[in-house]
């Protein structure tokens, strides 16, 4: 059973919280210039009245519904608009309210236009990191409680497993249910190479990749959990493997020597990346040119998964992820009971 990691809690995103900040300051500045015909009219009893200077301008006494009076938000809680002003003092109020409408609009112009550019870009966590700031990623407040409510490409980026639920990772019914022997076969890693196991976990592809490169190979273990590459180390020290190196990345950044990698591997790790583009850029880039880096990734496709939606990945998704970098589709390895093998080669 996959599990939410109920140790690693995250801290609320400055990103996220600069983007709202701005947002609701936008549409505080917004909703009064623009959309007070929504606002209930005993609220502020100033625009209630600039409400009825405009109800004053465009019905007057005795006609008929004014051009808004179809929308029911702009129907009066309280009584009925006094029109009983002195068409003098009615022209005086209209003026004044035109004049203040215009002032508003031209201050939220020109702070609408300032805002963006004294904020912090969306994508906080990079800052200072020297790659991209773009806003690839979208938040929303309502998402799967198995999600971090993040999306890339619409599809909802999952919580990371966390350390406790290791044991799960080296359960003895793992090859049964996965044949993690014949993916690591379908692999086809070559004696000598240098193989990167990206969120490796307790290592349990790692050493079975260790085998495969022996002693003149090598495998780099990455994680982000301090935990999982202890655990590691100690699994690796019991079965004697020596080849093996771990890697304490960060969530945007598997921390690898560029064009040093012949192979990435990433099993069951790439739908629970915090910043999918910004790792996949920094692995492009620790790839020697022609190194492939393989997906292995629970079937989306098939609902006869027993794996949590958000945990598990189309090809058409995978696919759509990879299309911005360079990198090139070369085969998608179906044979598996439940996983997808996809293999892409640098260009
Ligand atoms: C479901 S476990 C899979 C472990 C291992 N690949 C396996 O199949 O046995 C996912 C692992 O990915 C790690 N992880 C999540 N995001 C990561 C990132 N951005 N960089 C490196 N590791 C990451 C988690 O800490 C966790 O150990």
């Known amino acids: 059973m996959r599990m939410a990691s109920p140790d690693l809690v995250r801290q609320p995103d400055r990103s996220l919280q600069a983007a709202s900040a701005s947002s609701v300051l936008a549409r505080s500045i917004f909703s009064d210039v623009w959309a007070f015909p929504g606002r209930p009219l005993s609220s502020n009893t100033e625009s209630d009245l600039d409400i009825n200077v405009v109800r004053a301008l465009m019905q007057p006494e005795g006609c008929g519904p004014s051009a808004f009076s179809h929308s029911p938000a702009i129907q009066p809680a309280g009584p009925r608009p006094d029109f009983t002003l002195a068409p003098p003092l009615r022209l005086a109020h209209a003026v004044s309210y035109l004049m203040r409408t215009l002032l508003r609009g031209i201050l939220s112009a020109a702070l609408a236009l300032f805002l963006p550019c004294r904020l912090p870009a969306a994508d906080s966590t990079l800052a200072g990191s020297g790659k991209a700031t773009t806003n690839r990623y979208e938040f929303r407040a309502e998402h799967s409680r198995d999600g971090i ?73 990455v994680d982000i959990q301090p935990e999982m590459l202890t655990l590691l180390e100690k699994n690796m020290a019991a079965a004697g493997v020596t080849n093996v190196q771990t890697v304490l990345g960060t969530i945007t950044d598997p921390k690898l020597p560029p064009r040093s990698v012949d192979l990435v591997l990433m099993v069951d790790v790439y739908h629970e990346f915090d910043h999918p583009y910004e790792m996949m850029q920094a692995i492009v880039t620790s790839l020697r040119p022609g190194g492939r880096v393989a997906f292995v990734e629970f079937r989306g496709e098939d609902p006869k998964v027993p794996i949590k939606e958000l945990h598990k990945m189309t090809e058409a998704q995978v696919k759509k992820e990879m299309a911005d970098l360079p990198l090139t589709w070369v085969e998608t390895i179906r044979t598996l009971p439940r996983q997808n093998i996809i293999v892409f080669r640098k260009r």
């Open 149 to 221: 409510g993040k999306f890339y490409m619409g599809r909802e980026i999952a919580h990371v497993m966390g350390h406790l639920a290791a044991d799960w990772l080296e359960r003895p019914e793992r090859d049964a249910e996965e044949h993690t022997e014949t993916m690591v076969e379908l692999l086809r890693v070559e004696p000598g190479t240098v193989v990167a196991d990206i969120g490796a976990g307790t290592g349990y592809f790692a050493r079975r990749l260790a085998r495969k490169v022996g002693s003149g190979g090598k495998v780099l273990a």
